[in-house]
């Protein structure tokens, strides 16, 4: 390992403060570079604005994300002039937890009136463990400045409840909307707990301390 080179990295997540599929964050994270191959980073956020909006308040919207990455470069094993012109790709793993709050709606139609709107604002409390498998890439702009790219697939256990809700998941009850809308607000809906798998895109920018 080169002990002249910078060690210690700060990066901030721009992906996460547009984060529209669970809720956005200022996060930021630390990278320890603890060999030339080997880093352990830490980042955590927390949500200072809220996306999802509701008529009536149940619940203080609030929420922060955490997460540990281990991670390994693969310039040992990529050496050619095409992954140098990219960047330093990489492999990890991510243990992470995120936890929030907020107050949502849907509408929906019930059996005894079928052609009937009904709107229905509630609240909301989600919690979220798992681990993410990473493939991305750090990509040098000037001698401190960088970018980090990222994708990930991994499994993830949501324990959603619900207050305030009215709907009622049962025969003759239609939400409005898409089958992908309908995906995402059931999403919010306290029968959407339990293990789910998990897809995820981040771009960081970041600074060499």
């Known amino acids: 390992m080169n002990y002249n080179k910078p060690t210690w990295s700060v990066k901030v997540n721009a992906s996460s403060l547009i984060d529209i599929f669970t809720f956005p964050t200022v996060q930021l ?3 320890k570079q603890l060999s030339d191959y080997i880093s352990l980073s830490a980042e955590g956020g927390y949500q200072l604005y809220n996306f999802s909006h509701a008529d009536t308040s149940f619940v203080n919207p609030t929420g922060f994300k955490a997460n540990l990455e281990f991670r390994y470069y693969l310039s040992k094993f990529l050496t050619t002039r095409l992954s140098n012109k990219l960047g330093k790709a990489y492999i990890g793993l991510r243990p992470f937890y995120s936890q929030n709050q907020t107050n949502t709606s849907i509408s929906y139609q019930t059996p005894a009136d079928p052609v009937k709107w009904i709107d229905d604002d ?6 979220t463990y798992g681990l993410n498998f990473i493939l991305g890439f750090q990509k040098t702009i000037t001698e401190k400045l960088f970018v980090d790219l990222h994708t990930g697939l991994g499994i993830m256990q ?12 049962g025969p003759g009850y239609s939400l409005a909307g898409t089958e992908l809308i309908k995906f995402f607000k059931r999403l919010n809906l306290s029968e959407s707990s339990g293990l789910w798998g998990n897809v995820l895109f981040g771009f960081r920018i970041g600074y060499k301390l």
């Open 122 to 127: 509630f609240g909301l409390k989600n919690s």
């Open 158 to 169: 949501r324990t959603v409840k619900n207050y305030e809700l009215q709907y009622i998941n």
């Open 29 to 31: 994270s630390v990278e």
